[in-house]
Each structure stands twice: as structure tokens, then as C-alpha cells.
């Protein structure tokens, strides 16, 4: 069956970096394009990034451009988020999603903690 | 930046039927998606394609859409779908993903 397992989540201060994994596993990882979501505390949801299914194009809510990098290693199923200079703002869960050819959100990991605190 | 507008709470009495909309500008070419999300859990996809329920969705979820807004409709509400409710879609170019601010709907 398919799951995604995100990992790498904790606590840092301000200013840091910090890198997201999510292992894929049930599924043909390299044809799919993947997302991070993110949901701060009793906040909604919010898209963060997109990788297309070979990492060719990459796409990112304004909020992180230029800090955040997504990734992925199609060899060892597992998708990445780089994240730079880490703000306050940042703190969330976050979310490792599989898109479905019908642009849905079909799958999705229980979600890694993220506190950026002082 | 695109953005999705959805009411912030919707309440209904068990078994009225609830209605929650989601407003955004490029709705009338883009399809929407409907996730319901129950506390301390992931989403979970209702509707997608603005009117299509995935397998093992119940009847009652329905989706609807014209021109800006696109609604989710679940007849016969009952507790057990109390949840926080988020539209979905995409901005024009189709690279940059939204979701709607969330709808909290309670049954009562």
C-alpha cells in the first residue's frame, strides 16, 4: 500500500536550516509529482512547494521562495525540503503529499513537526 | 498572489444540509478539490474535479460549481462530519497550488 513517511522535523532557532525527508514507498515514486503542505498550529493549510515527477520543474508559495528547495532522489524514493534562513512563521507541520493525475492530493504522510523558536 | 475564499464556519442542525463555498477568480477554468479535515489528522479528499467523489466517499459529499464559486455540498449532516473543510485549486498559470483559508463546520 502506499505510504509516505516524512522525518526531520524538531526545533531550531531562528535564522537556521533544516532538512525535510519523506520515504515513498508502495508506489512508482518517479511518476509522480509530489508536494509539501504545511499547517501551522490551528491554522489551515498551505501549499508550499511542487517537484514534477523527474524534478524538472519546481514551483513554491512566495512566502518561501528563495529560502526553500525542493528536491527529490528517484533512485532511493524519497522527496526533500531544503529550508534556509527559518523564521519564526515557519513553524508548522509538515506535510508530504502525492498528486494524482487528476491534480489531487490522493495520499498523504502523517506530517513532521517544524518549531522555529528563539 | 491568488487566493481562495471560503467562509470561516458553517453550523447545521443533524440531518439539514450543509453548504460551504469557496470564491476565486480562476474557478471558472480551473477545477476545484474538497478536503475535509478532522482534528489531529491529515486531510482526506471528498470531492475532486469540482463534482467527482473519489471511492469510498460517501453519497452524501456532492460537489457544484459556476462561474467564481464552487460548493460542497453534504446532505443529511450528521456529528461524525464535523471537520475543518478546505477548497482547493490553482492559480491560472496551473504552477502555483492554493488552498482556501478553511471551513470549520460544526453539526449541533
Known amino acids: 500500500q502506499v505510504q509516505l513517511v516524512e522525518s526531520g522535523g524538531g526545533v531550531v532557532q531562528p535564522g537556521r536550516s533544516l532538512r525535510l525527508s519523506c520515504a515513498a514507498s508502495?508506489?512508482?515514486?518517479?511518476?509522480?509529482?509530489m508536494h509539501w503542505v504545511r499547517q501551522a498550529p490551528g491554522k489551515g493549510l498551505e501549499w508550499v512547494a511542487l517537484?514534477?515527477?523527474?524534478?524538472?520543474?519546481?514551483y513554491y508559495v512566495d512566502s518561501v521562495k528563495g529560502r526553500f528547495t525542493i528536491s527529490r532522489d528517484n533512485s532511493q524514493n524519497t522527496l526533500y525540503l531544503q529550508m534556509n534562513s527559518l523564521r519564526v512563521e515557519d513553524t508548522a507541520v509538515y506535510y508530504c503529499?502525492?498528486?494524482?493525475?487528476?491534480?489531487?492530493?490522493?495520499?498523504w504522510g502523517l506530517g513532521t513537526l517544524v518549531t522555529v523558536s528563539s | 498572489s491568488y487566493e481562495l475564499t471560503q467562509p470561516p464556519s458553517v453550523s447545521v442542525s443533524p440531518g439539514q444540509t450543509a453548504r460551504i463555498t469557496c470564491s476565486g477568480d480562476?474557478?471558472?477554468?480551473?477545477?476545484a478539490y474538497w478536503y475535509q479535515q478532522k482534528s489531529g489528522q491529515a486531510p482526506v479528499l471528498v470531492i475532486y474535479?469540482?463534482?467527482k467523489r473519489p471511492s469510498g466517499i460517501p453519497e452524501k459529499f456532492s460537489g457544484s460549481s459556476s462561474g467564481t464559486m464552487t460548493t460542497l455540498t453534504i446532505s443529511g449532516a450528521q456529528v461524525e462530519d464535523e471537520a475543518d473543510y478546505y477548497c482547493?485549486?490553482?492559480?491560472?498559470?496551473?504552477?502555483?497550488?492554493?488552498f482556501g483559508g478553511g471551513t470549520k463546520l460544526t453539526v449541533l
Open positions: 503529499t502525492r498528486e494524482a493525475p487528476q491534480l489531487m492530493f490522493d495520499y
Open positions: 508502495g508506489f512508482t515514486f518517479s511518476s509522480y509529482a
Open positions: 517537484i514534477s515527477y523527474d524534478g524538472s520543474n519546481k
Open positions: 480562476a474557478l471558472p477554468k480551473k477545477y
Open positions: 474535479e469540482d463534482i
Open positions: 482547493y485549486s490553482t492559480d491560472t498559470s496551473g504552477t502555483h497550488r492554493v
